[in-house]
């Protein structure tokens, strides 16, 4: 009898436990014990928290690794379009063979016992990549990071925190101090952390969480300083300046993301091959990504097509600025949100570049938000709304209203729509 696919297993695992979030480490720390320890045996680890950017930079530092010719884990959370994109091993995206595996193992060690959803599939990563040799293993939290589950390394190489802003109040605090130390939760004694631009309030709850800890802070506008000159990245620090090509991820807020990663790779003491590749080499889908090809780029016609995961209010200010730095064409968006996220936050500030919002509801999410109801919440925002039934009907009746003048079609405010999307487009 052949082993059970990942699907499956992943489906058992979503019934070990009632919540989808019970922030606790408890049950982790209870099967990585279980399972001899896996967290202890990883190569050299780079922790991210953040809250937007955490995801950019990490792809912007396993890029400069790999331009070093160093073999990178990492680990990032959640998938778009398959579970597999969450895990990878020394450079490449774990096998449908290795990750059916470790979920097998860790379903079995767990005999049962209560354990949630990213719990367990974070266990299995961990296992994953404490079997296969490496250089570097890049770990990106989840949720907050003081109770997330990824911080069981009790002595990284190096703590990332990237920028902090309102988002999962319900879970992490209501004001900006809160979620801050909830984030600044993985900082470890005496162990260097990489800080990104932050808020007064965040800055200074990260600072008071470093000094009690003897962790040394690398922080934006102390330490470093980046920004866009003449078409470059100009990043300067005490040991020097460098230029560089822009990155290649798009939007303004990626200089900055970039600045952090930068910072990680100098201090690990890594050369311009490093941070050149950082710069041209990183890729990472659904953030202000162009879509090419596929049935969805076909029903557009000549409309161009985007796709972006953002989905708090910092998301929506940094790409409501990206597209008012496009060349001039008329944007519309497609919009499906979470009824868990600050709607009106993140729809305020594309108000002023979208000629219209068409709404729809993420398939499959039990905390989508209805059409109808983003579709309203835009027009208190003074965006002309309307709902669909889906993606391609929407981009039809986009198409419709646009009657044939050129126009740009984002498709944006849930990773969990973009996944989707990314599915149904092939």
Known sequence: MSAPGSDVILERMMALHPKIIDLTLDRVWRLLEALGNPQDALPPVIHLAGTNGKGSTQAMIRAGLEAEGRRVHAYTSPHLARFHERIRLAGALITEAHLSEVLDECYAVNGGVPITYFEITTCAALLAMSRVPADYTLLEVGLGGRLDATNVITDPKLTIITPVSMDHEGFLGDTLELIAGEKAGILKRGVPCVVGPQMPEAEAVIEHHARRLGAPLLAHGQHWHVAEERGRLIYSDETGLCDLPLPNLPGAHQVENAGAAIAALRHLDL???????????????????????????????????????????????????????LPARPTHLICGMLNTKDVAGYLAPLASVAQSLTAVSIPGEANTLPAAETARIARQCNLPASGADGVEEAIRAILKRAEGTPCRILICGSLYLAGNVLRENG
């Open 271 to 325: 050369g311009d091959t490093a941070l050149e590749g950082a710069m041209t080499g990183a890729q990472w889908p659904a953030r202000m990504q162009r879509l090419v090809e596929g049935p969805l780029v076909q029903a557009a016609g000549g409309a161009e097509l985007w796709l972006d995961g953002g989905h708090n209010p910092a998301a929506g200010m940094a790409l409501a600025q990206h597209l008012a730095e």
